[in-house]
């Protein structure tokens, strides 16, 4: 029986952190132009101060047990936390449901978390809601949360200890090695897979959107298919299709007055995201690289970062435009913008590539390091800097990548991914059909 979407409300309930938050906002709004009504549940330190900047979304509260904080993940360790706020939060999520739905008349269409709280499947189960996973990294991440789901942590790290087996491309993968799965930064490997299992168990979900497109990832949609076993909807770049401003810290816009006065591409623009920041020693090996390439740079060091040497914040201020957060859609799109250094998170590597801007790449943690390896390796749009960086291969990479005819075939192909890109969200693109598809099911009743 059809319902009239503008009757249907859909629950968000997105991770509080930055790079979560910002794809599961963009994905209420995409569903808010589809005619549904969002209501969004966050915990109590979610960091979101107002609901101004998503006017019609319902915001409600979970009263939570572990604040969501980059400290507090630091405290405990990723993955204790998450396995800990999972199984705290349980309860009151439900009990916020059930207020929901006698407040709704019943009528949830479907609550759609971030996948790593899969705690929100109980209640969904409990009260016959249909739920759907909502992923913010890559494909190619979330097949390898499943090979890692299926390995023996013990069994792992003995293999790994023997180089041909570290080499070993995972099946269906290429390029994709063992040593390359995504364990680093996240504690013991025995508690890591634990939570693997968790986050790639579906449960009784409908199925899985994930922020991607085909056009970047479509084998790996096609094993995550296959691994899943319930529909996969890629509705990829989200920030092309619903763009929304869910910054959570204030954008300094005088960076653009700034590039404005800059030659064509000739700006790197530095940026490691909103959660890691480079070490003091690497600091000053970029920024001085930066200063000997003698090309300008527009650099983000956000509010709490570790104080710069004195004689290195004199000289990126007197050679580059510091902001303490930027506007970076935009600084992207901007004409002078002709290289991203980055950390690779999934959301900057997708904004980079939305407008053909080729990438240095200087991955931390978890999956940043398998996007590196796919902008440099499969779609050849940028450099990998491994190891310790010192100030010579910063200028190095710099001129390979603005100067060198080296940088304009990066530049050539990550140019023609933003045509594909862009072309997946607008009719009759993978993306725009993919968003039709899952609109269908949410309007139809589930029950
Ligand atoms: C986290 C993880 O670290 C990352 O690996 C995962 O892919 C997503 O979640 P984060 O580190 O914050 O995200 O990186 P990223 O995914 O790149 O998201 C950062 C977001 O902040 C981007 O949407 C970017 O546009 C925005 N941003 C960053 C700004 O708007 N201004 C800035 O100055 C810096």
Not at 34 to 60: C, D, M, R, W, Y
Not at 209 to 215: G, R, Y
Not at 231 to 245: D, N
Request: a negative charge.
């Amino acid at each position: 029986m059809e319902k009239k979407a503008e009757k249907r409300r859909i629950v968000l309930v997105p991770f509080p952190l930055q790079g979560h938050i910002t794809p599961m906002m963009q994905l209420g709004q995409a569903l808010n132009l589809k005619g549904f009504s969002i209501t969004v549940a966050l915990g109590e330190s979610n960091g979101i101060s107002s609901s101004q900047h998503f006017p019609g979304f319902q915001f409600i509260t979970i009263p939570e047990s572990l604040p969501v904080s980059v400290s507090e993940m630091e405290a405990f360790g990723p993955v204790e936390f998450l396995l800990k706020l999972n199984n705290t939060i349980e309860a009151s999520f439900k009990e916020c449901i059930s207020q929901l739905l006698i407040q709704q008349g019943n009528d949830i269409a479907c609550i759609i978390y971030d996948d790593l709280l899969y705690f929100c499947e109980a209640a969904a189960k409990e009260f016959k809601i249909p739920s759907i996973i909502f992923s913010t990294t890559s494909a190619t991440h979330k097949v390898c949360c499943c090979v890692l789901s299926k390995l023996n942590a013990e069994k792992f790290l003995i293999d790994m200890e023997d180089t041909d087996l570290q080499n070993k491309v995972v099946e269906n993968l290429h390029p994709v090695s063992f040593k390359d799965l995504p364990i680093r930064g996240f504690g013991p490997l025995e508690r890591f897979l634990v939570l693997c299992r968790e986050i790639s168990n579906k449960r009784s979900a409908c199925g899985a959107i994930i922020n991607t497109a085909s056009c970047l990832e479509s084998s790996s949609l096609t094993l995550m298919q296959q691994e899943f076993g319930i529909p996969v909807y890629p509705l990829g770049p989200l920030h092309i299709t619903a763009s929304t401003r869910s910054s959570l810290l204030e954008e300094d816009r005088s960076c653009i007055e700034w590039l404005n006065i800059q030659k064509p591409r000739s700006v790197i623009y530095i940026s490691m995201g909103s959660i890691f920041e480079m070490e003091t020693k690497e600091v000053s090996e970029v920024a001085n690289g930066l200063g000997d390439s003698n090309q300008p740079f527009l650099w983000v060091i956000r509010p709490g970062s570790k104080p710069l040497p004195e004689e290195v914040s004199k000289m990126v201020s007197e050679k580059g435009f510091v902001v303490k957060w930027a506007p970076q859609k935009e600084v992207l799109a901007h004409p002078a913008v002709g290289g991203f250094w980055s950390h690779c998170g999934w959301n900057s590597t997708m904004e980079s590539i939305a407008e053909g801007v080729p990438m240095i790449c200087r991955p931390f943690d978890g999956e940043q390091k398998l996007n590196a390896l796919y902008i440099e390796s499969v779609w050849r749009i940028g450099i990998l800097l491994q190891d310790e960086v010192e100030r010579g291969e910063v200028e190095r990479a710099v001129k390979r990548l603005i100067v060198d005819d080296e940088g304009a075939g990066m530049r050539e192909r990550a140019l023609v991914l933003k045509e594909k890109l862009n072309a997946s969200v607008r009719s009759g693109g993978s993306s725009y059909d993919s968003l039709n598809e899952l609109v269908n099911y949410l309007k139809t009743e589930q029950k």
